[in-house]
């Protein structure tokens, strides 16, 4: 039975993460329609998504949680961070920059482990630490060939571990959150493409049938993956989905270079090389810190 569950979370975990990767496809489908109106519309078809979801799971627990003050502030402030995290790799994809998403996420887990020392006083092994120096050398080299910080890149990393770690102290299950989240975010949503449509801008029924259909699946490309990933890390270890993670900016990194041709020169090379090299050392440090658990666990046992 362990194994058929971890067998299930594995699947529902690389479905989640190849779903990510791969989603740079059906934005660039779009692109012809506004980031910001991308935004809203993924908003908006996202929370009424999830609102269904909640419905069908008769979720009776939604509501108790916003009655109490703190959990609705964290998510207020939580809603904040996701909504222009997402349009900023909307922002990203639409503009010809997925190197610089791709970068934002192989960055990102080492970006959590400094905010674990930060906030949560945690203490860097020796891998890590160097796992952190190499990749500080990997942006430094990125910066100076761009002549300016990769800001998409580093606002994706900070602004996604700055979320987790918010809703790891929200008490809301991951369905719950992102639909108040989405629903937070509808009234503003629905006013600035109101504006829209009013000022003639609006691209719902501006680009033929398929463009509405797109616009209208925003809600399910936003919420399927989320929520594969969620039903993957209740089935698996953290090393494992510490490996999963990797699938996706590989995915986008591949799709940008070799798919929509963006420009990859030896500068960018080298500095992807360090990242690649320190994410390597963090997940060999994180492999041998979960085996050396279990057999800690073992001998108690």
């Given at each position: 039975p362990d194994r058929?569950?971890?067998r299930a979370g594995l699947v529902?975990?690389?479905?989640?993460?190849?779903?990510?990767?791969l989603s740079p496809i059906f934005w660039k489908l779009i692109d012809h329609v506004p980031a910001m109106q991308l935004l809203a519309h993924r908003v908006i078809w996202c929370g009424l998504l999830?609102?269904?979801?909640?419905?069908?799971?008769q979720d009776r627990e939604l509501f108790r949680?916003?009655?109490r003050r703190k959990t609705f502030l964290m998510l207020v402030f939580s809603t904040v961070l996701i909504g222009t995290n997402w349009y900023a790799y909307i922002y990203a994809v639409v503009s010809g920059q997925i190197l610089q998403a791709s970068l934002g996420y192989f960055i990102n887990p080492l970006v959590s482990v400094l905010f674990g020392v930060v906030f949560l006083r945690e203490e860097l092994r020796p891998q890590q630490k160097l796992a952190v120096t190499i990749a500080g050398i990997g942006v430094a080299i990125l910066t100076w060939h761009l002549g300016e910080l990769p800001w998409i890149s580093?606002?994706?990393?900070?602004?996604?571990a700055v979320y987790g770690l918010v809703r790891k102290t929200v008490d809301a299950t991951p369905e719950q959150g992102l639909a108040l989240e989405t629903w937070l975010l509808t009234p503003l949503a629905l006013i600035y493409l109101l504006t829209q449509h009013q000022g003639g801008a609006?691209?719902?029924?501006?680009?033929?049938?398929?463009s509405d259909l797109l616009l209208l699946l925003t809600g399910a490309v936003t919420a399927t993956p989320l929520l594969?990933?969620?039903?993957?890390?209740?089935?698996l270890p953290l090393s494992t989905i510490g490996i999963l993670q990797y699938i996706a900016p590989t995915c986008q990194f591949l799709l940008a270079v070799l798919v929509y041709r963006e420009d990859f020169e030896v500068p960018q090379f080298v500095a992807f090389l360090f990242i690649w090299t320190a994410l390597g050392i963090f997940t060999a440090d994180l492999r041998q810190a979960a085996k050396r658990q279990a057999a800690a666990r073992g001998a108690a046992a």
């Open positions: 058929a569950h971890e529902y975990g690389t479905a989640g993460f190849l779903f990510w990767g999830m609102a269904g979801i909640l419905v069908l799971r949680a916003l009655r580093l606002f994706l990393a900070f602004s996604f609006g691209a719902l029924g501006a680009h033929g049938l398929s594969l990933f969620t039903h993957g890390t209740r089935r």
